[in-house]
């Protein structure tokens, strides 16, 4: 028996690292998955996909209309999609803030919105926002990417009171340094300095993310909205 047998559960950006890892753990753990992704992934797993822009309302409301249409209600949603574009204050453009804002935030927004009714009628309906380590400290490459991932916790707590008398839970994960592709495009001399610098002295797995995330879907933590969990090795003590 598995923790989340029974349970339908919807991963946006699912097609690779952290995503993928997810969706394989939440399947593993007895769900049926939905990914969604702007690209297919590259094994399927026995899982369900969706191609799916998580910028456009159009999309989300397309999603959702499959989903219920094939597995007949939704219990999760892990808001996990991203993208990451370099820029400072001095010189960022306004295309790659607008692009960025619209996926890492404003698709969660959408997400939110366009799922409570399903998460609603589920009964025991559970949201995963994606933040990041960049959403709790002041050093970066993108003002974008931290702006989104600071308002994602702040929409977490909101939605968290929001949707409580629905009987919607929502909590938001917040990993650090994660081995993942987007990480390794970084090049080793960064994987080195992100070692040095995490008391734990390693970079953190797709695997401790997604069982964070796999506890926040489940009855394990049903008293559990409204927070985060900080996975990143000890580097913001």
Aim: glycine share 14%; hydrophobic share 45%.
């Amino acid at each position: 028996m598995g923790k989340l047998d029974g349970r339908i559960a919807v991963v946006t950006g699912g097609s690779s690292g952290i995503g993928a890892g997810t969706a394989r753990h939440l399947r593993d753990e007895g769900a049926e998955v939905c990914v969604t992704d702007v690209s297919p992934p590259r094994e399927d797993g026995g899982l369900m996909y969706l191609e799916h822009d998580v910028s456009s309302a159009d999309a989300w409301l397309r999603v959702r209309d499959l989903v219920v249409s094939e597995f007949g209600r939704v219990d999760v949603l892990v808001n996990n999609a991203g993208i990451f574009l370099p820029g400072m204050i001095a010189d960022i453009s306004l295309e790659v803030w607008h692009r960025t804002l619209a996926v890492n935030q404003t698709g969660i927004l959408l997400g939110m919105q366009t799922f409570a009714g399903a998460l609603e009628e589920s009964g025991r309906g559970s949201i995963v926002n994606m933040s990041s380590y960049a959403g709790m400290q002041g050093h970066g490459t993108s003002v974008a990417y931290q702006a989104a991932k600071w308002a994602v916790r702040g929409m977490t707590r909101f939605a968290a009171r929001e949707f409580a008398p629905r009987g919607i839970r929502v909590n938001a994960v917040v990993p650090g340094f994660i081995d993942t592709p987007m990480m390794a495009a970084g090049g080793d001399a960064l994987r080195d300095t992100v070692v040095r610098r995490t008391p734990l002295g390693r970079l953190g797995e797709v695997a401790d993310i997604a069982y964070a995330i796999g506890y926040l879907a489940g009855d394990e933590s049903a008293f559990v909205t409204g927070t985060e969990i900080v996975l990143d090795g000890g580097m913001l003590a």
